[in-house]
């Protein structure tokens, strides 16, 4: 038999190892540029001319659609695949299968590239300039809001870079109100640092920085990140199984919380460590109705909370996924599900949600499933399957391995089709463990 000849591109060494002929590649490129909105389709034949580098004006949508779906920008992946070795990287995940990572080389690059000039400009002249401090916080909102599309890994590595900026000006200023800014947007940067650990389930190093933005929010008295890294610190708890350490950090926020959307996500955090708890059901239902009262009241006029908003956000969309969640565990599936549905209704036009759309499709899973319909918890995992290795976080990955654990037992134990969707979890969690922190 004749030696398969060397692929020609990354992209064709991409599918060549994958577990997906052609044709599926091209199904599974049409399911993203659906899911991310795109106007774009790709068929086997331009799929073929993609992988021998054959391409003449691919179009954006469909350039966009592609890095979503191979984990490489368009141009790399139509390099040869020795090309990459090459190249200097930025840290980045490791991980098995084809083509996911946490930023292409080009995009490494291109990263690196701007760190090295913003820490010059800021270091420049000795002194702290406001455009200096402008960039820090600049950051602060770029980092939030593209937070949910951002792979956790390089998420962290962003949000340090800009901390480090942050104590570099710390180091050469002492007016008190650049102190008071460049203190604020460290702390907010810890926060994404939190929740960047939280993703990737290192509970003790998200822990640690929750707490550090929780301390610069008390040096600087601002209770909207006194609030925020409070139920941080709440859901860290809630997640790692400690949930009544996560109601002690709930009632601290609760003292002094912005009205609104700071308070609307408290209290939904506080319904889940209640459902985790147990016992009087009356508590979690009482807490969703507090929740929804404070959301519906309007008065959110907190900076992080209602103005920066992604990741610090509080909008419609994430308050419904939140409430489904508890009212799932207090044993209300058709509320779960209505409250999912809207969570995915309501997020297209919701600028604050800061929503992980997966997420709430998840949850719309479990609670169909408790309704004992095991086809619309199928439907509902499709779009779940399309998240590249990178931004598979613990929070999607333990949703799907509990159920996982559902369609272990009964009435599902013996069911084939149940059996499948296990297997395609375990396999889904498998892949995503398989990341690995960056070396510095």
């Known amino acids: 038999m004749a030696e398969r000849a060397p692929a020609r591109t990354l992209l064709e060494k991409i599918v060549r190892e994958g577990d997906h002929t052609i044709e599926e590649w091209c199904e599974r490129f049409d399911e ?15 799929l073929q001319r993609w992988m021998a580098g054959q391409v003449d004006n691919a179009r954006p949508s469909a350039r966009r659609v592609a890095a979503n779906l191979w984990g490489h920008s ?12 090459a190249t200097p990287r930025a840290p980045e995940n490791t991980t098995h299968g084809g083509g996911d990572g946490a930023a292409s080389v080009l995009e490494a690059v291109t990263i690196m590239a701007a760190h090295e000039s913003s820490r010059h400009a800021t270091e420049a002249g000795g002194g702290v300039s406001p455009a200096s401090i402008e960039q820090v916080q600049s950051e602060v909102w770029r980092l939030a809001r593209q937070y949910a599309d951002t792979p956790p890994l390089l998420l962290l590595a962003e949000a340090r870079h800009a901390r480090n900026l942050a104590y570099a000006a710390l180091d050469r200023t002492r007016r008190p109100s650049q102190t008071a800014d460049l203190y604020l947007a460290a702390g907010q940067l810890c926060g ?6 939280f993703d990737l389930a290192v509970w003790d190093a998200a822990e640690e920085q929750a707490r550090a933005a929780h301390v610069y929010a008390e040096l600087v008295d601002h209770a909207g990140l006194r609030t925020w890294a409070r139920g941080t610190q709440a859901l860290i708890a809630y997640w790692s199984g400690r949930p009544r350490q996560a109601v002690v950090h709930v009632e601290a926020g609760l003292d002094g919380a912005p009205s609104g959307s700071a308070e609307a996500r408290l209290r939904c955090i506080e319904a889940r460590a209640w459902s985790y708890i147990g016992g009087d059901p009356t508590r979690i239902t009482t807490a969703i109705e507090r929740a929804d009262d404070a959301l519906a009241s309007g008065q959110g006029d907190d900076e992080l909370h209602d103005e920066i908003g992604g990741e610090f956000g509080w909008g419609l969309s994430r308050h419904a996924a939140c409430a489904g969640t508890a009212l799932l565990a207090v044993g209300d599936p058709t509320g779960a599900v209505e409250r999912a549905k809207t969570a995915l209704r309501l997020l297209p036009e919701d600028p604050f949600g800061g929503l992980v759309a997966e997420r709430a499709h998840i949850d719309l899973a479990a609670a169909e499933l408790a309704m004992a319909d095991l086809d619309a918890a199928h439907a509902a995992l499709d779009p779940v399957w399309l998240i590249p290795v ?23 134990h ?13 396999v889904f969690n498998v892949e995503a463990q398989a990341r690995a922190l960056p070396s510095a």
């Open 390 to 412: 990178p931004q598979r976080r613990h929070g999607l990955t333990d949703r799907l391995a509990q159920i996982g654990r559902t369609l272990a037992g009964k009435p599902w």
């Open 32 to 46: 993203t540029a659906r899911r991310m909105n795109e106007r774009a389709a790709l068929s086997p034949r331009q």
């Open 192 to 197: 994404l640092m939190a929740v960047a650990s």
């Open 74 to 85: 368009f141009s790399v992946l139509l390099t040869p695949p020795g090309a990459m070795a």
């Open 414 to 426: 013996r069911d084939r089709q149940a059996g499948e969707l296990r297997d395609r979890i375990e």
